[in-house]
C-alpha cells in the first residue's frame, strides 16, 4: 500500500475552527453565568481567525488534498467567506435575544460553530463520503440548535419535523449515492464524473440514481414539494436559531448542489435540467402564493426563501458557468437579506414578545423612522425592486436563463416575482400607512445590534447602487 | 445450488421476514427483538461475503450495546399506539400505491441486468491468513483519514446535543454527590449512644 502524506494546508481553517471549538467547549464548562460573554467574544473570534485563514489561501488556486476527499478552489473560498460572515452575524444579532431567555449557553455558539464546521466540509468536499459527512455534521448541530429552548412546545415540534424529514432526506440521499457508487464503483466526484460522462445518457440506472440526488438537495434547499419542514421549523425555532438556519445552511446547500451535480454529474446536465425546471415551477408558484396568506412574518418569510430557493435553481439548470456564478451571487444576496430580515424580527423582540407577527410592525414609522426605512430597503430588495440588491441577482440569474433559452421559465418567474411582490410590500405599508397600537413598543435593542443591522440593510443598497464587484467575485470563483 | 447459497436464501429470508415484522408487530418490545434478529441474520449475511469484521462489530455494537439500549427505553416508555392508528385506513391505498411503484422501479433497475454476475464478477476470495480487521485498519487511517475524523467530530456532536437537551439542574431531586459520599466520615452518619441496661422483666 502505497500511502503519502496529505498536504495539511488547504484544510488549515477546517483544522484550526475544529481546534477552537473543542477549546470552547472545554472553557465554557469554567465560566461562570456571568463571565459567559468569554464564550460568545472567543466564538466570534474563531469565525474572524477563519477568516484571515481562508482569505490568506484564496491565490493558492485549485488543489486536492486527503486522498482527493478534499478540495480547495476559489469558489469553496468565497462561500466560506460568506458563511463565517453570515454566522458571525448571526451570533452578534442572537446575543441579546438568547439573554433575554436564558438561552445565552455555550452550546449555542459550540454546535453554531460544528454547524460551521460541517457546512466548511460540504463546500471542500470532493467525495460522496465528505458530502454526507459534512451534512450530517451540519444537520445533527441545526436539528440539536432548534430544539435548544426545550421549554417551548412549538419549538420541541419544529425539531422533532425537522430531524425525522431532515433523517429521511439523507436516506434518500445514501441510497442515491449507494446507486451511483454501484454504478461507477468510485466515490471521488472527479471519477463519477468520467465515468458517468463516457456512460450511455440516457441509462435508467443513473437516472435513478440521479433522482434520489435531486430529492436529497431539493430536500436541504428546500424547494417545492420537499418543502414541507421549512414553514413549521422558521417558525417554531427561537428566532435566533431561524436567523441561523436561514442563513450560511443556504450556501451550503447551494455548494453541495455544485459539487454533486455539476462537479459528480456534469454529464448528466440534460437529465437533471428537466427535474430542476420542475422544482424551480413549483417552488416559485407555491412558495410567492402561499406566502401571501401568512400573517406570521417569520413563515412569511420561510415561504419567500422557498421561492427565493426556485430564483437560485433557475441560476443553475441554465448550465452555463455564468449561470452558476449568477446562482451563486443569488445566494450570496439572499443571505444577506435573509440576515437583516430575520434580525428586524430580533430587534423588534424583547423578553416576553416576539414581534414575529406582521401587525407587530404597525406603524413602526410613527415609532422608529430609521428602522422602518431600514425595513423597506430589506423588504424592496427581497421583492426585486431596483436599484437594491435584489433586482441585480434576479437580473443575473434570468439573464443566465435566457442565455440557456429558457424564455418560457423566464416568463413564469417574472409573473411570480410580480405576484410575490404583494406581500413584501405589504410590510410596507403595515409600518408607513397604519396606526401603531396604543402601547405598541419602541425599539430598544442595543447598539451593537442597531448599529450592525443598520449596517446589514446599507449594504444591500450601496451593494445594489454598485453590483458590480460582488458578482465579479462569484464570476472569478467559477471561472 | 451450493451450499453457500441455500444458506445466503435462509438467512436473506429470514432477514426479510424480522425486517418485516419489526414494522408490523403491535408490541414495542417485540418489534426490538425482531430488530435484533434482523441484525444478526444479516451480519450472517456480512460473513458470506468475507467482511468479518463489520459482521462481528455489527453484533457487538448494535445487538450487543445498541439493542439492549433500546429495549430499556421501550419498557420504560407507556407507548399508546392507538392515536398512531389513526388514519391508518385512510393513508393506506395512497401508500400502497407509492410502495408498489417505488418496488417496481427498483425491480427494475437494481436486478440481474445491471449488477449480475456480468458486470460485477466474483472477486477472488482470500486465504485464511487474510485480515479484514488489518486492511481496514490500514485504509480508515490512511485514505480514508478526513471522512473519519469528520465522523468523530459527528459522534462529539451527538454528545454535545444529547448533554444539552437532557441535562436540567432542578432543585428536589434526589441525584448522588460522589464527592460528598467519598469525604464522609463515621461521626457524621453513626452516632453511639450510651444506654443503661435494662432490667430483665
Redesign the interface.
Known amino acids: 500500500?502505497n500511502?503519502v502524506m496529505?498536504d495539511f494546508m488547504p484544510?488549515l481553517p477546517e483544522m484550526f475552527l475544529?481546534g477552537m471549538v473543542?477549546f470552547i467547549?472545554l472553557l465554557d464548562l469554567f465560566l461562570s453565568e456571568r463571565s459567559r460573554v468569554v464564550t460568545y467574544l472567543l466564538a466570534q473570534s474563531t469565525l474572524l481567525g477563519a477568516l484571515l485563514l481562508t482569505v490568506s489561501l484564496y491565490e493558492e488556486g485549485r488543489a486536492l488534498t486527503?486522498?482527493d476527499?478534499?478540495v480547495h478552489d476559489p469558489m469553496g473560498s468565497v462561500l466560506k467567506v460568506f458563511i463565517y460572515l453570515a454566522t458571525f452575524l448571526v451570533f452578534l444579532y442572537a446575543k441579546d435575544y438568547l439573554r433575554a431567555r436564558n438561552m445565552f449557553?455555550g452550546?449555542f455558539y459550540?454546535?453554531g460553530l460544528?454547524g460551521v464546521?460541517g457546512m466548511n466540509?460540504l463546500v471542500s468536499a470532493h467525495?460522496l463520503?465528505?458530502i454526507y459527512?459534512?451534512l450530517?455534521?451540519l444537520s445533527?448541530?441545526m436539528?440539536?440548535m432548534v430544539?435548544?429552548q426545550?421549554d417551548s412546545v412549538q419549538a420541541s415540534e419544529a425539531a422533532m419535523k425537522y430531524f425525522v424529514l431532515g433523517a429521511m432526506a439523507s436516506a434518500m440521499l445514501l441510497y442515491g449515492m449507494s446507486?451511483l457508487y454501484?454504478?461507477t464503483g468510485s466515490l471521488d466526484l472527479g471519477q463519477i464524473n468520467t465515468s458517468t460522462a463516457a456512460m450511455d445518457n440516457n441509462s435508467?440506472?443513473l437516472a435513478?440514481a440521479l433522482v434520489f440526488i435531486v430529492i436529497g438537495v431539493a430536500f436541504k434547499l428546500g424547494a417545492v414539494p420537499f418543502h414541507m419542514w421549512l414553514p413549521d421549523v422558521y417558525h417554531g425555532a427561537p428566532t435566533a436559531v431561524t436567523l441561523y438556519l436561514s442563513s450560511a445552511p443556504k450556501l451550503a446547500a447551494f455548494a453541495m448542489m455544485m459539487r454533486l451535480l455539476v462537479d459528480g454529474l456534469g454529464g448528466l446536465q440534460e437529465q437533471w435540467e428537466g427535474m430542476l425546471i420542475l422544482l424551480t415551477v413549483l417552488s416559485l408558484a407555491a412558495g410567492n402564493i402561499i406566502a401571501i396568506a401568512q400573517t406570521n412574518l417569520k413563515r412569511m418569510l420561510a415561504y419567500s426563501a422557498i421561492s427565493h430557493v426556485g430564483f437560485l435553481l433557475l441560476g443553475v439548470l441554465s448550465g452555463t458557468q455564468a449561470g452558476y456564478a449568477a446562482a451563486m451571487f443569488y445566494a450570496i444576496v439572499y443571505v444577506i437579506m435573509g440576515l437583516g430580515g430575520f434580525g428586524m424580527i430580533v430587534l423588534m423582540s424583547r423578553a416576553g414578545f416576539e414581534a414575529d407577527s406582521i401587525e407587530d410592525f404597525k406603524g413602526l414609522n410613527e415609532r422608529s423612522p430609521w428602522f422602518a426605512l431600514m425595513m423597506l430597503i430589506l423588504m424592496f430588495s427581497m421583492a426585486g425592486v431596483p436599484p437594491f440588491l435584489g433586482f441585480w441577482s434576479k437580473l443575473a440569474v434570468i439573464q443566465a436563463a435566457l442565455g440557456a433559452d429558457l424564455v418560457w421559465l423566464v416568463a413564469v418567474a417574472v409573473v411570480f416575482s410580480v405576484i410575490g411582490a404583494f406581500y413584501y410590500l405589504r410590510v410596507v405599508k403595515v409600518m408607513y400607512f397604519d396606526k401603531a397600537d396604543v402601547g405598541a413598543p419602541t425599539v430598544s435593542a442595543g447598539f451593537d445590534l442597531r448599529v450592525v443591522l443598520s449596517a446589514n440593510s446599507l449594504a444591500v443598497l450601496g451593494l445594489g447602487l454598485f453590483p458590480g464587484s460582488l458578482l465579479a467575485l462569484c464570476v472569478a470563483a467559477l471561472a | 445450488m451450493t451450499f453457500e447459497q441455500i444458506l445466503f436464501y435462509a438467512f436473506a429470508a429470514i432477514l426479510v421476514f424480522a425486517a418485516g415484522m419489526v414494522i408490523t408487530v403491535r408490541n414495542a418490545v417485540h418489534a426490538a427483538l425482531f430488530m435484533v434478529l434482523a441484525f444478526f441474520t444479516s451480519a450472517a449475511l456480512w460473513l458470506l461475503l468475507e467482511a468479518e469484521f463489520l459482521a462481528i462489530t455489527l453484533v457487538l455494537v448494535y445487538v450487543g450495546a445498541v439493542m439492549v439500549l433500546f429495549l430499556f427505553v421501550v419498557m420504560m416508555l407507556d407507548l399508546n399506539t392507538a392515536p398512531m392508528r389513526e388514519g391508518f385506513a385512510r393513508y393506506l391505498p395512497v401508500g400502497i400505491v407509492v410502495a408498489l411503484l417505488v418496488i417496481a422501479?427498483m425491480a427494475?433497475?437494481?436486478g440481474q441486468r445491471?449488477?449480475g454476475l456480468e458486470q460485477m464478477p466474483v472477486p477472488v476470495p482470500h486465504g485464511a491468513d487474510y485480515s479484514n480487521t488489518r486492511e481496514l485498519g490500514?485504509l480508515l487511517y490512511?485514505?480514508?483519514?478526513?471522512?473519519f475524523e469528520?465522523?468523530a467530530?459527528?459522534l462529539?456532536?451527538?454528545i454535545?446535543?444529547a448533554i444539552?437537551?437532557t441535562l436540567?439542574q432542578r432543585g428536589g431531586t434526589k441525584t448522588q454527590n460522589i464527592a460528598e459520599q467519598v469525604a464522609v466520615r463515621r461521626d457524621d452518619r453513626v452516632r453511639l449512644v450510651q444506654m443503661d441496661a435494662e432490667q430483665r422483666k
Do not use: D, N, Q, W
Open positions: 500500500m500511502f496529505p484544510a475544529l473543542c467547549l486527503f486522498s476527499t478534499f449557553k452550546e459550540v454546535l460544528f464546521l466540509v467525495s463520503l465528505t459527512l459534512g450530517e455534521l445533527l448541530s436539528y440539536a430544539a435548544l426545550r446507486m454501484g454504478i435508467m440506472l435513478f | 422501479v427494475m433497475a437494481v445491471h449488477f490500514l490512511t485514505t480514508y483519514v478526513y471522512p469528520i465522523a467530530v459527528i462529539l456532536v451527538a454535545v446535543a444539552a437537551l436540567r
